[in-house]
Every structure is written in C-alpha cells, then in structure tokens.
C-alpha cells in the first residue's frame, strides 16, 4: 500500500520541522476560522430571513464588518429579538462584535501577510511579514503589530 503524502513532502529543500510548524498554525489558523465564519453566516441568514432582519436590509450582508453591524442593528431594532434582549444583551453583542471584528482582522493579516522570514535557509526565530492592500485607489501596509510599519511578528513556535 502506497503511504499518503505528508506535509513534510511539499517542504522545499532548506525548509525544517520549524518552517513545518509556522505552516501547519497557519493553516490551523485558516481551518478554526471558516468554523467561526460559517457560524456568522447562518446567524446572519436567521436574522435576515427568520428573525426579520429583511425590513432592516434589502439583501443579507455579505463582507464580515457589514454582518457584524447587521446584527447590532438586529439586536437593536427588531422587535422578534426584544424578548431574547435582556439589559445586557446590547452590551454583550457589542462585545462579541468588537471580538470578531478584531479577530477577523487579525485573520486576514496572517491570511494575506508575505511571511518573507520564512523564505532563509536558517530556521526563523519569529515570523515576521509584510502586506500591503489597496484602499480607494491607494495601497497602503496593513498589520503593523510591531514597532517596524507593516510588519506583524508572531513568537518562533519550536513545536506542533
């Protein structure tokens, strides 16, 4: 019987069980995520086609900002929702929304990031990168969370 092919088959020839292990949070990364999306989304159809959130919106949102304010509109206008709404339901919507909003921006940095340290020979001891997006005709570096601009920096992991 033929062995299946293991991550360690699509590593390029300087590349170690270090470079392995930054690549497999990566992907871990992307696999919790579209769990989490995929819940947003069916929240978000329940509001909109369910809970009446198509008086609010003449179609469901579509871009994950615009879903997160959907729902705080929905928690806020929609009388289905008023007796699910406790005192501090807007509070705790509120919350939830800034911790996925962050949560997805963190998402799309690692997503959409050139981890440039990942291409030396020596196995690196943080991983860092740079990305840069376009906004209104302009682009600009995106994921500053170091003291260099557009650079995000994530500590060495020595082990999967």
Request: with cysteine; charged share 20%.
């Amino acid at each position: 019987m033929e062995r299946e092919p293991s991550y360690r088959d699509f590593l390029f020839e300087h590349e170690t069980d270090v470079h392995l292990a930054f690549y497999s949070a990566i992907g871990r990364v992307c696999v919790v995520w579209s769990n989490i999306e995929f819940q947003v989304d069916i929240n978000t159809q329940s509001l909109y086609d369910v809970l009446g959130g198509n008086r609010l919106a003449s179609s469901p949102p579509f871009s994950f900002d615009k879903k997160m304010d959907f729902w705080k509109d929905c928690f806020k206008k929609l009388a289905s929702l008023s007796d699910m709404t406790t005192a501090t339901m807007p509070e705790s919507i509120t919350r939830l929304v800034a911790d996925l909003k962050k949560a997805s921006n963190d998402r799309n940095t690692l997503m959409h990031t050139h981890w440039g340290s990942l291409h030396g020979s020596k196995p690196p001891q943080t991983l860092s990168g740079n990305s840069i997006s376009p906004k209104k005709g302009t682009y600009f570096m995106r994921g500053s969370k170091s003291s260099s601009e557009g650079s995000w920096t994530l500590p060495a992991i020595s082990t999967i």
